[in-house]
């Protein structure tokens, strides 16, 4: 179960990097990232089950993505002994308050209530296939994790180098430059072959 | 009251601090002697547990930042913490890890859109970090990065939690850090940029904070560099004494 923490890869959509290349190399970046840069969604994030997301916001960011759940402590792993430390995977919906800046950690903008749906955890397969994100039945996103800058090996073993991975802990593998947004109202669907679907509702919160 | 996790019997258990924080006192009437307790740090399995950075101006100004307008919010995983009088890991490239010490709330009840007002009621007690800080691992991605603010077992925290009303006024407590005796960093609550109030106040316009929840409230000025063998002990008035011990990676 996740008992732990739920990291995110940032910056691991090597489209994102190429269409920042200019902006990265100036203030306040000054470099483009080095090592891999993480968040964390807070515990009130996680939802399971179908839950709605609840928001004041005209609209979210809405990146589908994929969890892996660590079963053992991975610290200071090669890439080729990651995939013995992972327990299970789930489809991810990454919700958020759009956001073009990475400067600093965007707790605000990630942290809210719910806005971390998780689809029904299941066996890791030998692949991953694309990620198809609908919203209201209609398909408006499509990525592969092909896209990543490290993929799943290699991110593992490059954060355990500096922290541990614990048994408990997820990790969302990347999000998509380009994920959609979704308005509230909406319905968003995340599938991927062989894994249990997600549905989530957008929903309007009351008002203050 | 003051209350310390502490390992016992094979498991963690809460333990109330008595007798001048001599003895432990478990649940059930068993008594250990506290120089003989295995501390942990009080922190609840899957609390949120947000840190501050330059919430004290004067070492906003020492590392070369203007005073902040909005609250610098980081978060931390459980990997991080590590009990009192325990060890943190000086990797060999760390020529420039420096202690923090930090004054920390903890929440008590379910906390939503708190007013200013209101929000020191929903502080359940107080405890210190030492939230040690690597300058040579900084990134400008979501900085500070949690290779240099997340690290194994570098942020010690405790001994234990004192009721807030035991503590009073959280923003008029003295707070010094120790290397080896020396001071290195001498400050106080009143300098802080967002006090308690403040923060919880701004954290929980956007979410709700959970009991267990701990938000690490910054530190002030004097960056000293630690080495292998160090002795560091931060001191907050009317909350505790937190030492730890500097030990080299392997």
């Known amino acids: 179960m996740i008992a732990g923490a739920a990291y995110g890869v940032a910056l691991n959509d090597r489209n994102l990097l190429s269409s920042h290349q200019q902006a990265f190399a100036e203030a306040p970046y000054k470099a483009p990232p080095k090592a891999p840069v993480l968040y964390i969604k807070t515990r009130n994030c996680l939802t399971t089950g179908g839950a709605p997301v609840l928001t ?3 609209a979210v960011q809405a990146a589908a993505t994929i969890g892996v759940l660590f079963a053992r402590d991975l610290t200071r792993a090669s890439p080729g002994e990651v995939r013995a430390a992972i327990g299970a995977v789930c489809l991810a919906l990454d919700v958020s308050e759009p956001s073009d800046s990475y400067y600093r950690p965007a707790i605000r903008q990630q942290c809210r209530d719910g806005f971390l749906p998780l689809g029904a955890l299941t066996a890791l397969p030998s692949t991953f296939e694309d990620i198809v994100t609908q919203i209201d039945g209609k398909e408006v996103h499509r990525w592969s994790l092909d896209r990543l800058v490290r993929p799943l090996e290699t991110a593992a073993s490059e954060i355990s180098a500096f922290m541990t991975l614990q048994a408990g802990d997820l990790l969302l593998l990347g999000l998509a430059a380009d994920a959609p947004t979704a308005q509230p109202g909406q319905t968003v669907t995340v599938s991927s072959r ?9 929903v309007p919160e009351a008002g203050r | 009251m003051r209350r310390a996790r502490i390992a016992h019997e094979g498991r963690a258990q809460w333990a109330e601090v008595v007798e001048d924080g001599l003895v432990l006192a478990l649940p059930g009437g068993v008594r250990i002697a506290a120089k003989d307790a295995k501390w942990l740090a009080p922190v609840t399995p899957g609390a949120s547990v947000f840190a501050l950075g330059l919430n004290y101006a004067d070492h906003s100004a ?3 930042f203007k005073t902040i307008e909005t609250p610098l919010v980081f978060l931390k995983g459980p990997n991080a913490f590590t009990g009192h009088d325990s060890v943190s890991p000086r990797p060999a490239d760390a020529n420039q890890m420096h202690p923090e010490c930090e004054l920390v709330a903890v929440i008590g009840r379910p906390a939503r859109r708190v007013s200013r007002a209101d929000a020191l009621g929903y502080v359940a007690g107080y405890t210190i970090a030492n939230d040690y800080a690597i300058r040579e691992y900084l990134e400008n991605y979501y900085r500070p990065n949690l290779r240099v603010k997340n690290r194994d077992a570098t942020t010690p925290l405790g001994p234990w939690i004192v009721d807030a009303a035991d503590v009073g006024d959280p923003q008029a407590l003295a707070l010094s850090t120790k290397v080896n005796g020396v001071e290195v960093q001498h400050g106080s609550t009143k300098d802080m940029v967002f006090d308690v109030a403040g923060l919880v106040e701004y954290l929980s316009d956007f979410m ?10 910054g530190t002030p000025h004097g960056v000293h560099f630690v080495s292998h063998g160090d002795e560091v002990v931060c001191e907050i008035e009317k909350v505790g004494r937190l030492v730890n011990h500097i030990q080299a990676e392997p």
Do not use: F, H, R
């Not at chain 1, 062989?194 to 957008?202: C, F, K, M, N, Y």
């Not at chain 2, 709700?208 to 409230?217: E, N, S």
């Open chain 1, 56 to 58: 004041d916001l005209k």
């Open chain 1, 194 to 202: 062989g894994l249990p679907v997600l549905t989530t509702a957008i």
């Open chain 2, 62 to 64: 020492e590392l070369g």
């Open chain 2, 208 to 217: 709700t904070l959970m009991p267990g929840d701990m938000i690490l409230t």
